[in-house]
Nanobody
Framework: QVQLVESGGGLVQAGGSLRLSCAAS??????MDWYRQAPGKQRELVAA???????NYADSVKGRFTISRDNAKNTVYLQMNSLKPEDTADYYC????????WGKGTLVTVSA
């Protein structure tokens, strides 16, 4: 059974940092992503990483967020620095293998 389990969300002041983790089980995914969804907004792609380490970022987080993965642990991370109130959202881990898999999400709240 495939599972994606996120952790690491929380409350942080603007300018602070958080590190999210997503532990995958049941499958090895060639690409894993982080999405986020703010209240009243559509879910958007934040960052993606391939199994070889190629990365892609949304323009809004470039230079502030870093996605990485540990293939031995089947875990993907999202290091978030210089956080802004507009980064406040539920953050979801996503992967695709025959079908989409989503974690349950972890809430990140950035106070001004």
């Amino acid at each position: 059974q495939v599972q994606l389990v996120e952790s690491g969300g929380g409350l942080v002041q603007a300018g602070g940092s958080l590190r999210l983790s997503c532990a995958a089980s049941g499958s090895i995914f060639s690409t894993m992503d982080w999405y986020r969804q703010a209240p009243g907004k559509q879910r958007e792609l934040v960052a993606a990483i391939t199994i070889r380490g190629s990365t892609n970022y949304a323009d809004s987080v470039k230079g502030r967020f870093t996605i990485s993965r540990d293939n031995a642990k089947n875990t993907v991370y999202l290091q978030m620095n210089s956080l802004k109130p507009e980064d406040t959202a539920d953050y979801y881990c996503h992967a695709y293998s025959v079908r989409d898999y989503w974690g349950k999400g972890t809430l990140v709240t950035v106070s001004a």
